[in-house]
Nanobody, 114 residues
């Protein structure tokens, strides 16, 4: 059974940075594309960044140029470096596969104050 454990969220001022981590267990995550999503109350979960097994990345327009997704296959970990954070980035952040998802982890809360 695949388990996803996200961490690294917190409270940060606008313009600040955070680095999120996601440890993937129960599967060979290095062979799979992975993604970061975010969700705010009352809204659908939004895919914000994805990375293929070969390292190609893709980003939502709202985070392009500010966020960077990366992976360390030896550690079965996927990262999301978030820079120049804005209050509208406030959300619970989750990692999972792009589109065809496993069971969701608990997520990590990111709060950006203005």
């Amino acid at each position: 059974q695949v388990q996803l454990v996200e961490s690294g969220g917190g409270l940060v001022q606008a313009g600040g940075s955070l680095r999120l981590s996601c440890i993937v267990s129960g599967t060979n995550s290095g062979a799979r594309a992975m993604a970061w999503y975010r969700q705010t109350p009352g809204k659908q979960r939004e895919l914000v960044a994805s990375i293929t097994s070969g390292g190609n990345t893709n980003y939502a327009d709202s985070v392009k140029g500010r966020f960077a997704i990366s992976r360390d296959n030896a550690k079965s970990t996927v990262y999301l470096q978030m820079n120049s954070l804005k209050p509208e980035d406030t959300a619970v952040y989750y990692c999972n596969r792009p589109y065809i998802t496993w069971q969701w982890g608990q997520g990590t809360q990111v709060t950006v104050s203005s």
